[in-house]
């Protein structure tokens, strides 16, 4: 396994925005899918977006038009741009990463799948 590390997580205001940043290691296998992943204490780990790694995004319903993820590949980071911040995107934002050429990188995010890379998290808190 590889250990991902998240920076970027803070407490915001209701309709502010966050910039999370996930640094990967350089020596790291280079897996085809990074995802976002967010979770509330006593509940399943929910994915938020993906990227493939020519570019294609994917974002869960409830954050499509607020968050963008991109990443860097000449710094191997990963990004994740949140703007319009809800109270109910408080949560525990995990980056993870993927090689499962089988399923889709929408998918796998979706249902977290073959992800076994993680970082440890960065709390984000909205208050309203």
């Known amino acids: 396994q590889v250990q991902l590390q998240e920076s970027g997580g803070g407490s915001v205001q209701s309709g502010g925005s966050l910039r999370l940043s996930c640094a990967v290691p350089?020596?790291?296998?280079?897996?085809?899918?990074m995802g976002w992943f967010r979770q509330v204490p006593g509940t399943e780990r929910e994915g938020v977006a993906g990227?493939?790694?020519?570019?294609?995004?994917n974002y869960a319903d409830s954050v499509k038009g607020r968050f963008t993820i991109s990443q860097d590949n000449v710094n191997n980071t990963l990004h994740l741009q949140m703007n319009n911040l809800k109270p109910e995107d408080t949560a525990k934002y995990y980056c993870?990463?993927?090689?499962?050429?089988?399923?889709?990188?929408?998918?796998?995010?979706?249902?977290?799948?073959?992800?076994?890379?993680w970082g440890q998290g960065t709390q984000v808190t909205v208050s309203s």
């Open positions: 990227i493939t790694s020519d570019g294609k995004t």
């Open positions: 993870a990463a993927s090689l499962n050429p089988g399923y889709t990188c929408g998918y796998r995010v979706k249902v977290n799948l073959g992800f076994a890379d």
């Open positions: 350089r020596y790291s296998v280079r897996r085809d899918c």
